[in-house]
């Protein structure tokens, strides 16, 4: 396979994973809802709330890495850079610039402020404290 055929398959299988992740988030925020409409005493549902909100955040942080590859991967091909060499270099390009546990940490909670992500989590654990 040469180079551009190789990165323009790379972006087509990412491009796919990154709907797919858009999609599993919007599946935690329907169960976020569902959450709400069960009778669950209040600390238990603001746990559960507070943990899909938290697992929608790391979704996100794998979704942007992918769209970070992403865009290399179109810089590539319009510079018409496509060689074995630069292909397929997702985890090699997120190792060399994965933070530490700490580091990681801060990004799962960026990602999860963000407002795209945090819609609707404060909402329903408002909602689930009234209603407690």
Not at 70 to 83: F, K, M, S, T, Y
Not at 119 to 128: D, E, G, M, S
Request: charged share 15%; glycine share 8%; hydrophobic share 50%.
């Amino acid at each position: 396979m040469n180079g551009n055929n190789a990165l323009q398959q790379e972006w087509v299988t990412l491009q796919n994973n990154i709907e797919r992740y858009e999609h599993s988030a919007l599946w935690l925020k329907l169960a976020a809802l569902g959450l709400l409409l069960m009778p669950l005493q209040l600390p238990l549902q603001a746990a559960l709330l507070l943990i899909l909100w938290l697992q929608e955040g790391i979704f996100r942080t794998s979704q942007a890495r992918l769209g970070d590859r992403v865009v290399v991967i179109e810089q590539l091909i319009r510079a018409g850079e496509g060689d074995a060499g630069k292909d397929c270099q997702l985890h090699s390009e997120w190792l060399a610039k994965r933070p530490g546990t700490f580091g990681l940490l801060l990004e799962y909670t960026r990602s999860a402020l963000r407002p795209t992500v945090a819609f609707p989590y404060p909402l329903l654990l408002l909602a689930a404290l009234l209603r407690g």
